[in-house]
């Protein structure tokens, strides 16, 4: 499910360029969820999610460094996009990006899926948005975990297992209902917990347009204006 079809932080992490961007992307992720309502992750939902989505891919001190900066005077203003294309070997690619030069951040984007053969599109009809939670847990309580979601008044989409890992799936305005839910039944590690894209259908793609895509990817993992990237390839 979700977990498999975007790409996660701690896949990037191979590379000290891929490690900086990722804290980049953390501080200022959490930084603008952080000016947008209080720097208090308690009274503050968006901060406090922006929080758990970057807590095992980057170190505390870089969370603690952007809530301080966002208690302070500076005024940086990050403004959101997004952008949707059509990749190599049928591949469908929604970037978000949140830069403070909205024209540089398109034109990057642009240029590094142009180079691998891609070109702007509308795909976004072919995912849809959920939250996705994903923890460790026991395919035997797998119909406890749903009962319990669906008591708890959670919009339940789907509650699956692999490989000794839960994944649960709802309506992204119930991300934080869904987490009580769990947190009351002894589940206090998720893995991941975030609204996230999920392709309605997946491709696989050759080893030519594999690599290509791979290569993609990477390039807008290391981009400084890019937050995240969907996708619908199976086999990456």
Known sequence: MGRHFEVRAAAMAATAKAKSAIYMRAS?????????????????????????????SCPRDVIDRAIEKAK???????L?????????????????TLSDNVNRALTSVR?????KGGKMGSVLYNFQMLAVIDFKGEESKLHEY?????LGDVDLDSVT???GEIEVTAAPTDLEKAKDVLKEMGITDFDSAEVTFIANEQVTLNDEDLAKFK?????????????NVYHNVANI
């Open 72 to 78: 302070g005077g500076d005024q940086v203003a990050y």
């Open 161 to 163: 297992y692999e490989d």
């Open 111 to 115: 240029t590094i899926v142009t180079r």
């Open 146 to 150: 749903e009962d319990n979601l669906i």
């Open 80 to 96: 959101e996009g997004r952008y949707e294309f059509f990749g190599p070997g049928g591949s469908l690619i929604i970037v978000d």
């Open 215 to 227: 290569g993609m990817l990477n390039d807008l993992n290391e981009n400084e204006d890019v937050q």
């Open 28 to 56: 200022k992720e959490i930084y603008a969820a952080a000016k947008k309502g209080v720097p208090d992750p308690e009274a503050n939902l968006a901060l406090r999610s922006a929080i758990e989505k970057y807590r095992k």
